[in-house]
């Protein structure tokens, strides 16, 4: 009978040992003042298009746009990753990036000109496109396979204080005000 209890209290111990031993992941604030891309140095802005991951030994690396994500997984491999996390674009909650749902076009504007963005599921992206007129819906597996490029003449536009898809939208939406406002003169 001793040896069976003493059995016991040595498996039950093992269970709370293993359990206090498995790391909880979770996404961590953005600081505007002090983060950077871990990419490409530019701050990561506390926005839709921020991501981040955190290693199995518990370092964390933020970046500015999924794209400069992606390139840190190229260099470093996915096999030390113990969550990656991007953000809804509609409502900036972070989401596991298995789990998001992307809407990729070359000519959305992101940071860094990847053009793909990130939803908290597929609906929310299928409305997107909708909305948008432009784009196409991917998975987390399908961005496996994506041809990541940046758009380069969106980056020059961005340099020349040029306008981006999404601001030619609010520029049509914003002429057709001032027609109305011209009108009622």
Aim: hydrophobic share 35%; aromatic share 8%; with cysteine.
């Amino acid at each position: 009978m001793k040896k069976w209890s003493l059995m016991l209290m040595l498996m039950v111990g093992l269970l709370i040992l293993a359990a206090c031993g498995s790391k909880k992941f979770e996404p961590l604030a953005i600081n505007e003042e002090v983060d950077i891309c871990a990419i490409c140095n530019m701050q990561v802005k506390d926005d839709a298009f921020a991501t981040q991951l955190t290693t199995k030994d518990g370092k964390n690396y933020k970046f500015d746009d999924i794209g400069c994500m992606n390139e840190w997984k190229n260099k470093n491999g996915t096999k030390n990753i113990g969550k990656d996390y991007v953000r809804d674009y509609n409502d900036k909650e972070w989401v596991e990036f298995s789990k998001a749902s992307f809407v990729y076009d070359e000519t959305l504007r992101t940071p860094m000109a990847y053009g793909v963005i990130s939803f908290k599921d597929t609906a929310s992206a299928e409305a997107f496109v909708k909305e948008q007129g432009v784009g196409s819906v991917l998975s987390a597996s399908d961005l496996s396979k994506h041809e990541w490029k940046q758009n380069t003449d969106m980056m020059q536009m961005d340099m020349n204080g040029g306008e981006g898809h999404m601001d030619e939208h609010k520029s049509e939406e914003m002429e057709g005000m001032t027609s109305d406002k011209e009108m009622d003169m």
